[in-house]
C-alpha cells in the first residue's frame, strides 16, 4: 500500500483588504498515517478520540480523496468540500440507507472552532438485489459526497484552519470487509465579501449537483405528485418510461413495505405500501428517479407527511 | 439436556404437524382457505416456524423440540467471516456472554444458511474452534430456513419464548456503527430475555438488523 500526497499548491491571492488564500489540490489517503500536527495551535481541530485502524482489508478496495470547490471559505458564510470514495470494479459500498445489509460510508469530521459541517449530499444510488429478497442500495465505481462547510464571522479572514475527517466504509462483492482513511487538509478563510476563486475541481461539484434530487418545489418537479391512498403513497409522473423510490434510513423516517416489489415500475405510477407506523408521521421521505419516455432523468425529493388514516371510512 | 423420549416426541410432533399442513393444503387452496404463501414466514406475535436443522456434529435439533420443554430459544443467523459477526465474536463477546449468562432458561443456537458455492461456506468449523463457541451452530445450507424466518443478515437474531412464539426479531444491539458508549448500548437480545423472564411483554419487539447479507444461492 503506498499513500500519494500531492502537496498544497499556494498561490497568492490578493484583494485590497486582505492577505494570502490558499489553492488547494486532491490529497490522496489510503492509509491513514496522520501527520504530525503543525505548530500552530489556532484553526486546529480536536484531537481524534479514537485511533484510527490501519491496515483494514477493506483498504484494499477504495481510494478516498478531498476536494474544495474554492481556494478558500467565506468567514460568515459557507463553502463545499466533497470527499470523492474510488471503488475498485467488482465491488461496492454503501447509501445513506445502505438497505436489507452493509453499512453506509461515514464521515466522521474534526474541526476547529466556529466551523461547522453539515450534512452530505448525497448522490442517487442503485438498487442491488440479491438472492433471499435481500435489498440494499449502492454506489459502484465512484461516489461524490458533497458537504457544506459554514465558517464563523468570528474567524479573521487570512486565518488557515485545518479539517480532519475520518472516513469509514464497508466495502463489498460477494464477501465483506471494513475500511477507514484519515483525511486531512489545510483551507484558507477570506472575507465574506471577497468572491472565491474556484479550484480545478470545481466543474465536478457543478456536475455532481445536476444530478442530485430536486426538492418538489422546484419548478422541473411539477409533473411528479406523491399523494396518500390510505396506507400506500402513489408517486406519479407524467410522461414516466420508468420509477424508482429510494427511501431514508429508518433512523429519519417510517420504512416501506414490499420495497423490492413496489419500488420500481415501468410505468408512470407507483404504490409503495406502508404500516402503520407512517400514520401521522411528519415526514415521509425519499428520493424517486424517474426516466421519461425521452430518455432524461428526473430525480426529486420526496418528503411528505405521512397519512392520517389507514382506511377512509 | 434432553431424552431420546423428548427427541422422539419432537420429531414426532414435527411429522404430525408437517402431514397436518399438507392434508390442510391439498384437496382446498391454500387461497380458499384464507392461508398466503407468507403463513410459513415468522412474524413477530405469532408462532415461530418450526424446523429440523443438523449441527456441525451431524445431530438434528427441532425447534419445538426445545420450546415444548418450556425454554426460551434464541436464533443467531451467523457467517463467521462476516465483519459484523467477528465484531461481536473478536472484539466484544456479545454472543458467547448473552448465551452464558442465561444458559439454564435460553437455548442458544446459530444458524448458518451461507450456500455452498459460497467463499464463506463451511467458515463455521474453524469459527467454532477459534472462538470457543459451545451452543450448537445449524447448517442451512439450502437456506430453507434463512428464507422462512425471512434473515437478511449476519447477525440477523430472533428471540422465541417458551410458548413458541416469535417475540423477538431483528438486530443484536442499537449500536451498527460500534460507536456508543457502553452505557447507551441496548443488547436487545439479552433486553427480551430479562423481559420475558420477568413475564413482561417485549417492550421492543422488531428492530432493523444490521451485518453483511445472507449468502442464500437464490
Same mark, same amino acid.
Given at each position: 500500500m503506498h499513500q500519494d500526497r500531492t502537496g498544497a499548491r499556494r498561490c497568492r491571492c490578493w484583494n485590497a483588504l486582505l492577505t494570502r488564500g490558499f489553492a488547494f489540490l486532491a490529497v490522496f489517503a489510503l492509509l491513514p498515517a496522520p501527520m504530525g500536527f503543525s505548530q500552530s495551535t489556532k484553526g486546529?481541530?480536536?484531537?481524534?478520540?479514537?485511533?484510527?485502524? #490501519?491496515?483494514?482489508?477493506?483498504?484494499?478496495?477504495v481510494k478516498v480523496r478531498v476536494m474544495s470547490e474554492e481556494t478558500t471559505l467565506p468567514a460568515g458564510g459557507t463553502g463545499y468540500i466533497a470527499i470523492q470514495v474510488k471503488v475498485v470494479d467488482g465491488w461496492h459500498v454503501y447509501w445513506r440507507n445502505n438497505g436489507d445489509s452493509g453499512a453506509p460510508v461515514v464521515v466522521d469530521w474534526r474541526v476547529p472552532e466556529g466551523v461547522t459541517i453539515g450534512e452530505c449530499q448525497w448522490p442517487v444510488p442503485k438498487r442491488y438485489a440479491q438472492p433471499g429478497d435481500i435489498l440494499d442500495y449502492i454506489f459502484e465505481g465512484s461516489v461524490i459526497l458533497i458537504f457544506p462547510v459554514t465558517v464563523s464571522a468570528d474567524i479573521a479572514p487570512g486565518t488557515e484552519i485545518t479539517i480532519g475527517g475520518y472516513v469509514q466504509w464497508l466495502v463489498?462483492?460477494?464477501?465483506?470487509?471494513?475500511?477507514?482513511?484519515?483525511?486531512?487538509?489545510?483551507?484558507?478563510?477570506?472575507?465574506?465579501?471577497?468572491?472565491?476563486?474556484?479550484?480545478?475541481?470545481?466543474?465536478?461539484?457543478?456536475?455532481?449537483?445536476?444530478?442530485?434530487?430536486?426538492?418538489?418545489?422546484?419548478?422541473?418537479? #411539477?409533473?411528479?405528485?406523491?399523494?396518500?391512498?390510505?396506507?400506500?403513497?402513489?408517486?406519479?409522473?407524467?410522461?414516466? #418510461?420508468?420509477?424508482?423510490?429510494?427511501?431514508?434510513?429508518?433512523?429519519?423516517?417510517?420504512?416501506?413495505?414490499?420495497?423490492?416489489?413496489?419500488?420500481?415500475?415501468?410505468?408512470?405510477?407507483?404504490?409503495?405500501p406502508y404500516d402503520e407506523k407512517a400514520l401521522g408521521a411528519a415526514h415521509v421521505v425519499g428520493v424517486v428517479e424517474i426516466t421519461k419516455s425521452d430518455g432524461s432523468i428526473v430525480r426529486v425529493l420526496i418528503d411528505v407527511p405521512g397519512p392520517e388514516k389507514a382506511v377512509t371510512e | 439436556?434432553?431424552?431420546?423420549?423428548?427427541?422422539?416426541?419432537?420429531?414426532?410432533?414435527?411429522?404430525?404437524?408437517? @402431514?397436518?399442513? =399438507?392434508? =390442510?393444503? *391439498?384437496?382446498?387452496?391454500?387461497?380458499?382457505?384464507?392461508? &398466503?404463501?407468507?403463513?410459513?414466514?415468522?412474524? @413477530?406475535g405469532s408462532p415461530a416456524p418450526d424446523f429440523v436443522l443438523k449441527d456441525t456434529t451431524g445431530k438434528e435439533h427441532t425447534l419445538s423440540g426445545y420450546t415444548s420443554e418450556g425454554k426460551i430459544v434464541v436464533l443467531e443467523w451467523t457467517n463467521p467471516n462476516?465483519?459484523?459477526?467477528?465484531?461481536?465474536?473478536?472484539?466484544?463477546?456479545?454472543?458467547?456472554?448473552?448465551?452464558?449468562?442465561?444458559?439454564?432458561?435460553?437455548?442458544?443456537?446459530?444458524?448458518? *444458511?451461507?450456500?455452498?458455492?459460497?467463499?464463506?461456506?463451511?467458515?463455521?468449523?474453524?469459527a467454532i474452534k477459534q472462538w470457543g463457541i459451545e451452543y450448537p451452530v445449524l447448517i442451512d445450507s439450502d437456506g430453507k430456513v434463512g428464507?422462512?424466518?425471512?434473515?437478511?443478515?449476519?447477525?440477523?437474531m430472533y428471540v422465541i419464548n417458551s410458548e413458541g412464539i416469535l417475540v423477538y426479531a431483528g438486530a443484536i444491539d442499537n449500536d451498527a456503527q460500534d460507536k456508543l458508549e457502553a452505557d447507551k448500548k441496548v443488547n436487545y437480545v439479552k433486553q427480551a430475555i430479562e423481559?420475558?423472564?420477568?413475564?413482561?411483554? @417485549? &417492550?421492543?419487539?422488531?428492530?432493523?438488523?444490521?451485518?453483511?447479507?445472507v449468502k442464500y444461492a437464490s
Open positions: 486546529e481541530p480536536p484531537a481524534a478520540v479514537s485511533p484510527v485502524p #490501519k491496515n483494514l482489508p477493506g483498504n484494499a478496495y463489498c462483492s460477494d464477501v465483506c470487509v471494513p475500511g477507514a482513511a484519515e483525511i486531512r487538509f489545510p483551507i484558507g478563510i477570506r472575507s465574506a465579501s471577497e468572491s472565491g476563486k474556484q479550484t480545478p475541481f470545481a466543474k465536478v461539484f457543478a456536475e455532481e449537483r445536476g444530478q442530485h434530487p430536486i426538492p418538489m418545489t422546484d419548478p422541473a418537479a #411539477k409533473i411528479v405528485s406523491a399523494t396518500w391512498d390510505e396506507l400506500a403513497l402513489v408517486i406519479r409522473c407524467e410522461g414516466a #418510461k420508468s420509477m424508482t423510490f429510494f427511501p431514508y434510513e429508518a433512523f429519519v423516517t417510517p420504512q416501506p413495505k414490499e420495497i423490492l416489489k413496489s419500488g420500481h415500475v415501468e410505468g408512470a405510477e407507483m404504490k409503495i | 439436556m434432553r431424552t431420546k423420549k423428548g427427541l422422539f416426541a419432537g420429531v414426532l410432533a414435527a411429522a404430525a404437524s408437517a @402431514v397436518a399442513f =399438507v392434508a =390442510v393444503q *391439498s384437496p382446498v387452496s391454500a387461497e380458499q382457505m384464507g392461508l &398466503s404463501q407468507d403463513a410459513q414466514k415468522a412474524k @413477530v462476516c465483519p459484523y459477526v467477528k465484531r461481536h465474536y473478536e472484539k466484544y463477546t456479545t454472543m458467547k456472554d448473552t448465551a452464558a449468562a442465561y444458559k439454564d432458561k435460553v437455548v442458544w443456537l446459530a444458524v448458518n *444458511s451461507t450456500n455452498p458455492k459460497h467463499k464463506d461456506f463451511g467458515a463455521e468449523k474453524d428464507k422462512m424466518y425471512e434473515a437478511k443478515t449476519t447477525p440477523h423481559e420475558l423472564l420477568k413475564g413482561e411483554t @417485549v &417492550s421492543q419487539p422488531e428492530t432493523k438488523p444490521y451485518g453483511c447479507g
